[in-house]
């Protein structure tokens, strides 16, 4: 049976060590050698010599190197690990060595360079060898109880750290289990005696070598879910660093708790995704598509919820996709349709074959938005973002169905209109021609009746173009701009109405303002119907009408007074809701309905005073000039 690398590794290091202290007993018996053979020869030749005075003489001699036999022996029963047994082994054979080198080279020196050996000089030089030898002991030993001191000092401090750390903290021995050496009383109050739940995310092998490659700088650090709504982080330090199969790994554990780190991150998270959720809503309210819609709120769920896969799903079938050509989870979508769920807000979060969690979000009765992701659980700040984002489509889509239904509303009354307003015309006209050859072929009684055919006929005519002005206004984005000469259409329009009401007065104030406003064809017919309403609702014998216009910044005002009996200020902003007219009105009270729209579409406005010098009612146009 091939030994595992541990065995081998025991094995090598125990012949070191057996070496290392033979070594020192060979060298115990090498130097009890030589008085061994100066007390033979003194007992058994001449001249013989006592044994008791040999010995005596060698007794030094003898005890010595018996201390090296001994002590190896008794470096053999220590339990020491074998690097501190080789150590000593070590210093003994090297002092050794070096005593008998410096010795050897002042016997050298006396007795072949002097020719005299010296004793006393000899002993003293072995007596300041070893003072030496001594000195270089007594400062290794000093050095070794100031760094004993020195991490006595450390100690006593990381035990006060240990004791008024507020974090568990701990200090783990490795000897196939976990065994707690020492601990603060955080760490007994909370995990007692136990770490195994602690280290659980640590590696499987635990040593110095596989702390110091899987963490950062030589400490490991990991999150730990001890299952009680607290997040946790593990830090493991090893202190012991030594390759020695038989030395056991130490390492410091400090369990932090980091729940309101942790939280504060997953805040400003969440203030994250809602705030990229608003400009989301900005940037739907620009879509002009319901795709477009559907591509931008995916877009939008991917930074909301790291999913796997995602879809829009519109009445069953499947409109937009990331990842995904079907339907996540159809049980979802039942949900959805049969109203167990909102469909205005909430979600529903479910686990499907595969282990997969699929988030669906209600967008509308006929419409979800889901998500899957591999993550057993997603927070609760994340599934209110979607739910946000179904919100914000859901309205989307809301205003997409408006638009359309407008557009098309707006195209039907424009075909409407346009062929209601050309037969109508075209039978006014008819009619108004025929009566006109009708004049020459009746009595004075049956012209009379012509004269009224011919009235009604052009009150079409002029009914047909208060259509086609109100058309106009009411559809404001469709007509072009330009810049128009203002005196030239207040002009034209005071001569008109000069011919039509025959018994009133026109006052032009003059000089008219020579400048451009923005407008377009209507204009006149603003003017027209100011004009129009000054004399038609005038209660005065002789209507007087007074025209006046001045620049104001980059606007001009323009000024329709007349005599009449004026404006109560209680209905001056209602006069210009649509089919609002004066009880002794016989119009159809949209007149100045028509003229405001068309104002509001120029960017102007309209409001009614009293005509101070005239007594009636001053209505007065703003418009925007252009330069």
Same mark, same amino acid.
């Given at each position: 049976m091939r030994p595992t690398p541990g065995e081998?590794?025991?094995e090598a290091t125990s012949f070191r060590r057996r070496v290392a202290l033979l070594a020192v007993a060979l060298l115990g018996v090498l130097l009890l050698a030589p008085p061994i053979l100066d007390i033979w020869q003194d007992w058994t030749q001449p001249p013989f010599k006592p044994l008791w005075s040999t010995l005596l003489e060698n007794i030094t001699s003898l005890v010595l190197p018996g201390v090296l036999v001994l002590g190896s022996v008794w470096l053999?029963? $220590?339990?020491?690990k074998d690097r501190y047994v080789y150590g000593a082994a070590e210093w003994a054979i090297a002092i050794v060595v070096g005593h008998a080198v410096v010795l050897g080279w002042i016997l050298f020196q006396q007795a072949y360079v002097q020719g005299d050996l010296k004793p006393y000089f000899i002993a003293m030089d072995g007596i300041v060898l070893? *003072? @030496?030898?001594a000195l270089g002991v007594g400062v290794y030993n000093a050095r070794s109880r100031r760094n004993r001191d020195r991490l006595e000092r450390e100690r006593d401090r990381l035990s006060a750290l240990y004791e008024n750390s507020t974090d568990p903290i701990a200090t783990v021995r490795f000897d196939g289990d976990a065994i707690v050496e020492a601990a603060n009383g955080a760490f007994r109050e909370r995990f007692g005696e136990g770490v195994a739940d602690v280290l659980a995310d640590a590696p499987r092998e635990m040593t110095a070598d596989t702390v110091r490659e899987s963490g950062v700088d030589g400490t490991l650090e990991y999150e730990w879910d001890a299952g009680d709504d607290r997040d946790y982080r593990v830090s493991v330090t090893p202190i012991d660093a030594d390759d020695d199969a038989d030395e056991d790994v130490r390492v410091h554990v400090r369990v932090a708790d980091i729940t309101d780190q942790t939280e504060l991150v997953r805040e400003a998270e969440a203030r994250e995704r809602l705030e990229h959720l608003h400009r989301v809503a900005s940037d739907l309210a620009s879509v002009d598509t319901a795709d477009s819609a559907y591509e931008r709120a995916l877009n939008a769920l991917r930074s909301t919820i790291a999913f796997d896969e995602a879809c829009v799903v519109v009445d069953g079938d499947t409109v937009a996709g990331r990842g995904a050509e079907t339907t996540l989870d159809r049980t979802g979508i039942e949900r959805v349709q049969t109203g167990a769920v909102p469909s205005d807000g909430g979600a529903i979060t479910r686990t499907v074959d595969g282990g997969e969690t699929v988030l669906t979000v209600p967008v509308g009765d006929d419409a979800v938005l889901q998500a899957g992701v591999t993550e057993s659980s997603l927070r609760d700040s994340q599934v209110t973002a979607a739910e946000l984002l179904g919100t914000h489509l859901r309205e989307t889509r809301q205003r997409l169905d408006r638009e359309d239904r407008l557009r098309d509303q707006r195209e039907r009354l424009e075909l409407l209109n346009r062929t209601f307003r050309h #037969?109508?015309?075209? #039978? &006014?006209?008819?009619? @108004? &021609? $025929? *009566? /006109?050859?009708?004049?020459? +072929?009746?009595?004075?009684?049956?012209?009379e009746y012509l004269a009224t055919v011919q009235e009604r006929a052009g009150e079409m005519g002029e009914r047909i173009e208060t259509m086609r002005s109100l058309m106009k206004a009411v559809e404001g984005e469709d007509h072009d701009l330009t810049p128009m000469p203002a005196a030239t259409a207040m002009k034209a329009q005071v001569d008109d109405a000069r011919g039509t009401y025959r018994g009133?007065?026109?006052?032009v104030e003059a000089p008219l303002p020579d400048v451009d406003v923005l407008a377009d064809d209507l204009l006149a017919d603003v003017f027209q119907n100011l004009l129009a309403n &000054?004399?038609? +609702?005038?209660?005065? #014998?002789?209507? +007087?009408? $007074?025209i006046s216009a001045e620049r104001d910044g980059e606007d001009l005002l323009v000024t329709v007074a007349d005599n009449g009996s004026g404006v109560d200020p209680d209905r001056r902003d209602a006069v210009f809701d649509l089919g609002e007219k004066g009880e002794a009105s016989g119009g159809t009270g949209i007149g100045l309905? !028509?003229?405001? $729209?068309?104002? @509001? /579409?120029?960017?102007? #406005?309209?409001? !009614?005073?009293e005509a101070d010098d005239l007594g009636g009612a001053a209505f007065t146009v703003r418009l925007p000039i252009v330069e």
């Open positions: 081998g590794a025991v053999a029963r $220590r339990d020491w070893s *003072a @030496d030898v #037969d109508l015309m075209n #039978d &006014a006209n008819v009619i @108004d &021609a $025929r *009566a /006109s050859l009708l004049g020459e +072929h009746v009595d004075e009684t049956g012209a009133a007065a026109f006052e &000054a004399v038609e +609702h005038n209660t005065a #014998d002789a209507p +007087h009408v $007074r309905n !028509i003229c405001k $729209r068309i104002v @509001d /579409s120029y960017g102007g #406005d309209i409001t !009614i005073t």
